[in-house]
């Protein structure tokens, strides 16, 4: 139930009411449960690349993602995260755009800059 999964680009999302989702699967099957799909634009595989990446502790490597994605990240969002960086959740350190420990704690609000 409301499960969100990726496959060859493509996003999709099943059903996300507890009776709508069983009785689909009991009537129709395990296919019956998606609720919607759709391919994410290039800006937006970026953006959840960026998100995820800010997860773990190095953080992303500025000019690797430049490199694969073909995004300036501080030209694209170094504004948007402005206030991230001097509330000091965030910072940039040899090369990496990461989350301070602080920025940890309140990841949810570097985050939406993404969204």
């Known amino acids: 139930m409301s499960a969100h999964s990726h496959w060859a ?3 999709f999302w099943n059903l996300g009411r507890f009776g709508a ?8 099957g395990g296919g019956a449960s998606r609720a919607g799909e ?3 634009s290039a800006r937006e595989r970026a953006a ?3 998100f995820l990446a800010l997860r773990r502790r190095e953080g992303v490597d500025l000019a690797g993602f430049r490199d694969r994605y073909g995004l300036d990240v501080m030209g694209v ?3 948007p995260l402005s206030d991230s960086f001097e509330a000091g959740l965030v ?11 602080r920025g940890v704690l309140l ?4 985050f939406q800059v993404f969204v």
């Open 9 to 11: 680009g493509w996003r």
């Open 21 to 28: 989702y069983c009785r689909a699967i009991e009537s129709r």
């Open 38 to 40: 759709r391919f994410p």
């Open 48 to 50: 959840e690349a960026l």
């Open 77 to 79: 969002y170094g504004g």
């Open 91 to 101: 910072e940039v350190r040899e090369g990496r755009l990461r989350l301070t420990e």
């Open 107 to 110: 990841s949810n609000e570097v």
